[in-house]
């Protein structure tokens, strides 16, 4: 691959300094180039709009608008876009619901760094790669696990999801989605249907034991 052939890449991670050390990563490769930076799905979108990268390397936990919801709106504009999400969520729920959203690929960031350059140039080829973490988890699912009720909600309800049970107000998660508060209460109430739960505090200790947040992120 020569220079003028380099894979244009977005890097989208709300930690600067774990952005400067994956632009390293990336940028050391033969034909990769990082083109762009973004904090946040909002941010994401922008960069991607201006830019309009090859592929897009996303994390989907982040403050404000997250991955899940930039890549809806990234797949909306371009439905060719080729979306590779990096995250630290080793729950499959995860993977399903980025695929569902158009993500070609799901890599876990306790994979070794080989595994991430290996998963960008499938998703630049266009196929669909996950971290072996992931489609461990994902084949062990299938035997039967608890996670399952969590693949019944859409996209959108489990972005919600993730903004509740990080305590965030309706208002909030409305101002952040461009959608109505009456929307956001009546997805919640969907959500709590869907997952079988009767009050918000159900809600959060399920989101534990289904590893959607842990412990320490309610500190």
């Excluded at 980025?98 to 140039?121: C, E, N, Q």
């Excluded at 998703?123 to 994902?138: H, M, N, P």
């Amino acid at each position: 691959m020569t220079g003028s052939e380099s894979i244009r890449i977005l890097l989208v991670d709300d930690h600067a300094i774990v952005r400067e050390g994956y632009r390293s990563l990336l940028e050391k490769q033969s034909g990769m180039e990082v083109v762009a930076e973004a904090a946040d799905g909002a941010e994401a979108y922008s960069r991607f709009k201006d830019c309009n990268p090859d592929i897009v390397v996303m994390d989907i936990s982040m403050p404000g608008q997250g991955g899940l919801e930039a890549i809806v709106r990234i797949k909306q504009r371009r439905p060719d876009a080729k979306i590779l999400v990096f995250s630290m969520h080793q729950n499959p729920s995860f993977a399903v619901q980025a695929t569902r959203a158009g993500a070609l690929g799901y890599v876990t960031k306790s994979s070794a760094p080989d595994v991430l350059i290996r998963a960008i140039h499938d998703v630049y080829a266009g196929r669909i790669t996950l971290s072996a973490d992931i489609a461990q988890a994902l084949a062990l699912e299938k035997l039967g696990g608890d996670s399952i009720a969590l693949q019944e909600l859409t996209v959108r309800e489990f972005e919600i999801l993730r903004m509740l049970v990080d305590a965030r107000s309706t208002d909030d998660i409305a101002q952040t989605l461009n959608i109505s508060p009456k929307t956001v209460s009546n997805s919640h109430y969907m959500i709590k249907r869907k997952l079988d739960v009767a009050s918000d505090i159900e809600l959060t200790r399920l989101a534990i034991k289904m590893n959607i947040i842990n412990l320490l992120d309610l500190s």
